[in-house]
Nanobody, 128 residues
Framework: QVQLMESGGGSVQAGGSVRLSCAVS???????LAWFRQVPGQEREGVAV???????RYTDSVKGRFTVSKDNGKNTLYLQMDSLKPEDTAMYYC???????????????????????WGQGTQVTVSS
């Protein structure tokens, strides 16, 4: 059973930066790793995804501000969030699933049902 644990959330003023981390217990093989976020009363939204070979995809609202990356040696996924806006306030979740093809992984950013493994979430609050 793969386990994911996020860290790094907190409160920040608009324009500031936060880096989220997600420790993945094991992702040997081909994995798709993603960040989602959710605001109470709204559906979970895909934010960024990174495929096994490193290709990435972002939702339009974070392009140019957020960067997804991973360190395979540390089994860790990251989300660097810069130029934060109040509308980025949400619970952020990391997600993972086995996917060999990058195209499928990139498409999965908008399909949370494609991911079997989830972290518990970390809150990011951006004040104006």
């Amino acid at each position: 059973q793969v386990q994911l644990m996020e860290s790094g959330g907190g409160s920040v003023q608009a324009g500031g930066s936060v880096r989220l981390s997600c420790a993945v217990s094991d992702y040997t093989g081909s994995w798709c790793l993603a960040w989602f976020r959710q605001v109470p009363g709204q559906e979970r939204e895909g934010v960024a995804v990174i495929a096994t070979e490193g290709s990435t995809r972002y939702t339009d609202s974070v392009k140019g501000r957020f960067t997804v990356s991973k360190d395979n040696g540390k089994n860790t996924l990251y989300l660097q969030m810069d130029s934060l806006k109040p509308e980025d306030t949400a619970m952020y979740y990391c997600a993972a699933d086995r996917m060999f093809y990058a195209q499928r992984c990139l498409a999965a950013m908008s399909r949370e049902a494609d991911f079997d493994y989830w972290g518990q979430g970390t809150q990011v609050t951006v004040s104006s």
